[in-house]
């Protein structure tokens, strides 16, 4: 099977499930936005914890050269370590959350 389509699969198995996690306070709710076409992935946390309103983005992930590059995770354990564990090797995903400069001592791609 073509890579891609299979990091795009994994991706979306792996983040569909964080939707149906219930939030502790407020009324929130976690909604999935994938645009396969563009190779973009997000889950985006929105709702109201009491007055205040909340929109923001807990993960995007984009498939960028091949490669699986994690834009943002603020999930509690890191999505990340999902992503390996379904199939996709370390060598293929980019912390771009991480400087440049300091990729090269994750375990992760560089770029």
């Not at 976690?30 to 973009?40: G, T």
């Not at 914890?49 to 091949?66: A, F, Q, S, Y």
């Amino acid at each position: 099977m073509d890579p891609l389509v299979t990091y795009q699969h994994i991706i979306e198995q792996t983040l569909a499930p964080y939707t149906q996690i219930p939030y502790a306070y407020g009324e929130l709710q976690c909604k999935a936005i994938f645009d396969r076409e563009r190779h973009s992935y997000a889950l985006v946390t929105l709702g109201w914890d009491g007055p205040r309103r909340v929109h923001g983005c807990l993960v995007h992930i984009e498939i960028i050269n091949t490669k699986v590059w994690v834009q943002r995770d603020d999930t509690e354990t890191g999505v990340t370590y999902d992503l390996v564990a379904a199939g996709i090797p370390k060598h293929q995903i980019v912390l771009g959350f991480q400087e440049p400069a300091v990729r090269h001592v994750t375990e992760y791609a560089v770029a």
